[in-house]
């Protein structure tokens, strides 16, 4: 299903739901142990360039 021209379709919702979701599981992580998910704690940005 196609998010609307508005942006606020369904698949929009629920996407942003699910990054919602993310950010506050991520803030329960760093306020129990202190540092960052590992997922993001060991990302590197790519640099292959053409």
Do not use: C, F
């Amino acid at each position: 299903m196609k998010a609307s021209a508005s942006g606020n379709g369904p698949a929009t919702t629920r996407a942003q739901s699910r990054v919602w979701d993310k950010l506050i599981e991520h803030k329960h992580y760093i306020d129990e142990h202190g540092e960052d998910v590992a997922e993001v704690r060991n990302w590197k940005w790519n640099q292959t360039y053409e």
